[in-house]
Nanobody, 129 residues
Framework: QVQLVESGGGLVQPGDSLNLSCTAS????????VGWFRQAPGKEREGISC????????YYADSVKDRFTIGRDHGRNGAYLQMTGLKPEDTAVYYC??????????????????????WGQGTQVTVSS
């Protein structure tokens, strides 16, 4: 059974940093693209970042570009999202997804991830002073 579990969320102040983890079981995550999503209260779920197999290509939504960094934790069959310069508008539940692909098209992959499969429980990030 394939399962992705998000962790690392918490309550932080504006400007703080936080590292989220995505741990996989039932699949070798290195063989898949990984996407990070978030859903703020009352808003639609937003795809914010994606990384290719081999980690050579990454994608970031404008809302998080230059503040967030996606990567993989190869030793733990996982992925991470390093978040810096956090803002109140980053408050959301954060989710990860994985998807096999033949050609890396991050926008298309994020759309596919968002509309297929089930979601994990996510991890809550709250940015507040």
């Amino acid at each position: 059974q394939v399962q992705l579990v998000e962790s690392g969320g918490g309550l932080v102040q504006p400007g703080d940093s936080l590292n989220l983890s995505c741990t996989a079981s039932g699949l070798t995550l290195n063989h898949y693209a990984v996407g990070w999503f978030r859903q703020a209260p009352g808003k639609e779920r937003e795809g914010i970042s994606c990384i290719s197999r081999g980690d050579s290509d990454t994608y970031y939504a404008d809302s998080v570009k230059d503040r967030f960094t996606i990567g993989r934790d190869h030793g733990r069959n996982g992925a991470y999202l390093q978040m810096t310069g956090l803002k109140p508008e980053d408050t959301a539940v954060y989710y990860c997804k994985a998807r096999y692909y033949t050609q890396f098209n991050p926008v298309q992959l994020i759309d596919t991830m968002a509309t297929s499969g089930s979601w994990g429980q996510g991890t809550q990030v709250t940015v507040s002073s």
